[in-house]
């Protein structure tokens, strides 16, 4: 709440003095601004040829235009915000178990890799275990649990960055109406470099999986509440 609100429209507890003092400004240091020199930066003094014209003539070095727009135009506003890097929360590391919260897979167990540039989480499935294949999540989508495998054996390419993830703008052909109205859409087609990548990365987290047992079928587990059951007082 406000240290000094308002009783009514335009009448506040506190008046301007009052306020003055509970804010103790008396005590910050106030600097005066320097005198800038605008006049000698933006002027120059020019020669002047006659007796009777004074001999010098001082000369705005950056004349205002004779013309201007009918119309203002808009200025951007400048912003002194600087973007930071996400924070990672400390229950999240490199092979921590996540539960996905939402999106297309949500309820799966998936494996954290890294953390992307961008802030958002690399994960796997793995694929051959409960079909999520590599994609980013938003650790605020995430539910972390307990269970963590060791990923000191695999390497995470640098190609798997945010830049692998955007899609390729393409030409869209216009369909006609029969086409348009067809139920029958051809499937999306994998690419094989992309099917590639994917076996390599789950490969190596398969040989960590099959060390401990049950894991697999851990993973492979949907995530699910029943009736009276509250996330935040359960540790997973």
Wanted: with cysteine.
């Amino acid at each position: 709440m406000s240290r000094n609100s308002f009783l009514a429209p335009g009448v506040t507890r506190l008046s301007r003095s009052s306020a003055y003092t509970k804010r103790a400004l008396y005590k910050k240091q106030k600097t005066a601004a320097g005198k800038s020199d605008a006049t000698a930066q933006n002027t120059k003094t020019v020669q002047v040829n006659g007796e009777k014209n004074g001999k010098e003539r001082i000369v705005a070095l950056n004349k205002a235009p004779r013309w201007y727009p009918a119309e203002d135009i808009a200025q951007p506003k400048a912003s002194r915000k600087v973007a930071k890097p996400t924070k990672l929360r400390s229950t999240i590391t490199p092979g921590t178990v996540l539960v996905l919260l939402a999106g297309r897979f949500r309820g799966k167990r998936v494996v954290c890799l890294k953390q992307l540039a961008s802030g958002l989480l690399l994960i796997t499935g793995p694929y051959k275990v409960n079909g999520v294949p590599l994609r980013r999540v938003n650790q605020a989508y995430v539910l972390a649990t307990s269970t963590k495998i060791d990923l000191s054996n695999v390497q995470i390419d640098e190609k798997f960055n945010d830049e692998y993830f955007k899609e390729k703008k393409s030409v869209k052909a216009t369909k006609t109406e029969e086409e348009f109205f067809d139920e029958k859409q051809p499937k999306k087609v994998i690419s094989e470099s992309r099917s590639a990548d994917q076996k390599s990365v789950d490969k190596e987290i398969l040989t960590a999986i099959s060390q401990t047992s049950h894991l697999r079928s851990y993973l492979n587990a949907s995530f699910s509440l029943r009736k009276g059951q509250a996330p935040h007082a359960m540790k997973f």
